[in-house]
């Protein structure tokens, strides 16, 4: 297990210095002059100062939660690419009670937005988990669909101004609506300029994406009910034959990946800095939860990480327009993150070579 957890972190630790070395190359390219100031940036932004270090957390909650999705379902056998579609239909759930539950105690009122923004997630990951359970229709398949309707129906919803009492095609949530701070804010603030001081918009949604990550790893490695799920995802005969009821974990494992997707959802929309819009575009926080869940090599504490870190890099990304195109800052974020989907090459690959260094120490 100490060489499984050092090769664990090697892994990471390869794929990402490869990936900085790539996207300095292509800074290099672009701008000699401008790119050892803006890599700099990028590399030091989340630890210049408290503001952005809350920032960096606070972009961190969704993704962590896109990434716990993704890797719950990948440790069950299951590769949940419909995490996007589980976030949009959470956010839309959750921003819906928002506006529309006013009567409602403001903390009772947050907490049923929470709940049944995971629920709505977990109903729409059943779906590709009903179909690969009864029909074998691959999950991936399906989930790229479940995306694309969920996309669209977000859209639809959203026009609706019955539903929303909203104008311009577009919702955000009254402030009394949105996550508590707990004090967050003070703690998490920097003095921008002589007299003006500026703080992180962090939140409560932070500590329930922790949470969370804590117990998704204690249902995976605690439980009775992880160890079906991860023999399944094993091996799915040999659990059938063991008597594990193979259709049910499939659902199961879907339901939880996209609750956790949903989840992710509310916590973006109820920290009042972004809005619902109706539109065509998919959002990112799916696709990014991909690769922190293969840069966390899919334990949920990694993730929690793996989620800062790629939070750190967006951030540290943004601060450097000044001097690059957004097109080649979107490509150097975009490098770095995909050789992050080949830590488990890496570690395929350090595992041999390390693992004969280890034979080779207990032969002398």
Known sequence: MKRD??????????????????????????????????????????????????????????????????????????FNIGATGQFAFGGLVAILIGLNFQGMPDGLRILFALVAATAAGAAWGAIPGLLKAYRNVHEVISCIMTNYIGMFLVGYFVEQHAFFAIENRSASLPTNSNLPTLGLDRVFQSEILPGLIRSSDINAGFFIAIFMAIVIYLILNKTTFGYELKACGFNRDAAKYAGINENRNIVAAMMISGALAGLGGALLYLSGTVHIAAGNNLLPYGFTGISVAFLGLSNPIGIIFSGALVSHLFLGGARIQLNFPIEIVEIVISIIIYFCAFVFLVKTFLGKHIGKLFKGGEKS
Do not use: C, E, Q, Y
């Open 5 to 78: 957890s050092i090769m664990s972190f090697l892994s990471s630790l390869v794929v990402l210095v490869i990936g900085l070395f790539v996207g300095f190359l292509i800074l290099l390219f672009s701008n000699p002059g401008a790119a050892a100031g803006a890599f700099s940036t990028i590399l030091t932004f989340g630890f210049s100062s408290m503001r952005n270090i809350g920032d960096v957390l606070h972009g961190a909650t969704p993704i962590i939660m896109t990434g716990l999705s993704v890797a719950f379902a990948f440790k069950t056998g299951l």
